[in-house]
C-alpha cells in the first residue's frame, strides 16, 4: 500500500486566501484524523472521522476551519481565510477500527503551510 | 480518562551510549501505549506498541520499551544509539475502546553527540 497520501507538501499563501488541504487514507482504514503540529503547541487533534462521519472536531480552532470526508478514500481540510497564526504543519492519519484499541495510527508526510 | 507525560523535552547522548526517554501515563482502564519518532520533515512512523502481551516490547531499530503498571511507565530504551536516532519522539496513550481519544505527549528531541 502506498500509505497516507497528503498534498500538497508545501503551501505559502498570503493571509485571506483559502487554503486547501487533502489526504487520502490507506484504503480499508475507517478512521481518520488531521492534526496540527507547531513548535509552540505541539501536536493537536483537529477532528476525526469514522466511517466518512466526524466524530469528535472539538479540536477545530475556529470557524475558519473546515473539514469533510465526502467518500472513504478522501478527506480535506479547509481554512478560510487563511492567516498567519494558522502557518504550522497538518497532517493526515489513518486508522483501522478492526485493529481495535491497539490499531496505530499511519502518518501522511504532513503539508507544511506558511501564510505571510 | 488518560494522560501521558514525557519527562524530558530533550535528552543528548554519545553516539555509542544507552538511550533512556522516559514516558509516564495516567488511565483508568487498561491501556494500549505506543512511541513514534518523527524525524525532521517527515510524518510520525510507529516505533512499538504496548498490547497486553507482553510488558517488555521490542520495536524497529533495536528499541524496546517496558510497560511498568506499578510505575505507570513506559519508558522507551535502546543499548547503543546510532546518529540515525536523531528525532522527535512521542510517546502515545490511546483508551480501552477503539473510539476513545488518543493522547499525544509532548515529544522528547533525542540529540546524538559523535
Known amino acids: 500500500d502506498a500509505g497516507v497520501i497528503q498534498s500538497p507538501r508545501h503551501e505559502v499563501t498570503e493571509m485571506g486566501q483559502e487554503v486547501t488541504l487533502r489526504c487520502k487514507p490507506i484504503?480499508?482504514?475507517?478512521?481518520l484524523f488531521w492534526y496540527r503540529q507547531t513548535m509552540m503547541r505541539g501536536l493537536e487533534l483537529l477532528i476525526y472521522?469514522?466511517?466518512?462521519?466526524?466524530?469528535?472536531d472539538s479540536g477545530m480552532p475556529e470557524d475558519r476551519f473546515s473539514a469533510k470526508m465526502p467518500n472513504a478514500s478522501f478527506s480535506t481540510l479547509k481554512i478560510q481565510p487563511s492567516e498567519p497564526r494558522d502557518s504550522a504543519v497538518y497532517f493526515c492519519?489513518?486508522?483501522?477500527?478492526?485493529?481495535?484499541?491497539?490499531?496505530?495510527?499511519?502518518f501522511g508526510e504532513g503539508s507544511r503551510l506558511t501564510v505571510l | 480518562a488518560q494522560s501521558v507525560t514525557q519527562l524530558d523535552s530533550h535528552v543528548s547522548v554519545s553516539e555509542g551510549t544507552p538511550v533512556l526517554l522516559r514516558c509516564n501515563y495516567s488511565?483508568?482502564?487498561?491501556?494500549?501505549l505506543f512511541w513514534y519518532v518523527q524525524h525532521p520533515n517527515k510524518g510520525l512512523q510507529l516505533l512499538l506498541k504496548?498490547?497486553?502481551?507482553?510488558?517488555l516490547v521490542k520495536g524497529i531499530n533495536g528499541f524496546e520499551a517496558e510497560f511498568k503498571k506499578s510505575e505507570t511507565s513506559f519508558h522507551l530504551t535502546k543499548p547503543s544509539a546510532h546518529m540515525s536516532d536523531a528525532a522527535e519522539y512521542f510517546c502515545?496513550?490511546?483508551?480501552?475502546?477503539?473510539?476513545?481519544?488518543?493522547?499525544f505527549g509532548s515529544g522528547t528531541r533525542l540529540s546524538i553527540r559523535p
Open positions: 492519519a489513518s486508522s483501522s477500527g478492526l485493529a481495535g484499541v491497539h490499531g496505530e495510527l499511519f
Open positions: 484504503s480499508g482504514h475507517d478512521y
Open positions: 472521522f469514522n466511517n466518512n462521519v466526524p466524530i469528535d
Open positions: 488511565s483508568s482502564y487498561s491501556p494500549s
Open positions: 504496548y498490547t497486553s502481551a507482553a510488558t
Open positions: 502515545v496513550v490511546r483508551g480501552y475502546s477503539s473510539a476513545s481519544k488518543i493522547i
